[in-house]
């Protein structure tokens, strides 16, 4: 098993930065992508940023320019830096890793347990 442990939400004004963790711990024998996703009261989860084994990132729209995701492989955490937080980005985050746990098996999806971001105007 993989378990995910999610840090670093919190409530902060518009305009502000939050940057969230989330650190992976288990049985992982290679990455194929980890990412962050958000789910806002009413609306479905939607993908905020990604970044695969090799490195590369691909973020929604409404965060490009705002966002950055990063990896420390030493650490097996992933992070978003949030910049420029508006009301519109408040939401419970979870993080994701898309992973194999043996050289023979499929890829499996772990989720973190969600951590709440609020930006108040």
């Known amino acids: 098993q993989v378990q995910l442990v999610e840090s670093g939400g919190g409530l902060v004004q518009a305009g502000g930065s939050l940057t969230l963790s989330c650190a992976a711990s288990g049985s992982i024998f290679s990455i194929n992508a980890m990412g962050w996703y958000r789910q806002a009261p009413g609306k479905q989860r939607e993908l905020v940023a990604r970044?695969?084994?090799?490195?590369?990132?691909n973020y929604a729209d409404s965060v490009k320019g705002r966002f950055t995701i990063s990896r420390d492989i030493a650490k097996n955490t992933i992070y978003l830096h949030m910049n420029s937080l508006k009301p519109e980005d408040t939401a419970d985050y979870y993080c994701?890793?898309?992973?194999?746990?043996?050289?023979?098996?499929?890829?499996?999806?772990?989720w973190g347990q969600g951590t709440q971001v609020t930006v108040s105007s």
């Open positions: 970044i695969t084994s090799g490195g590369s990132t």
């Open positions: 994701n890793w898309n992973v194999k746990r043996a050289s023979w098996s499929r890829l499996y999806d772990y």
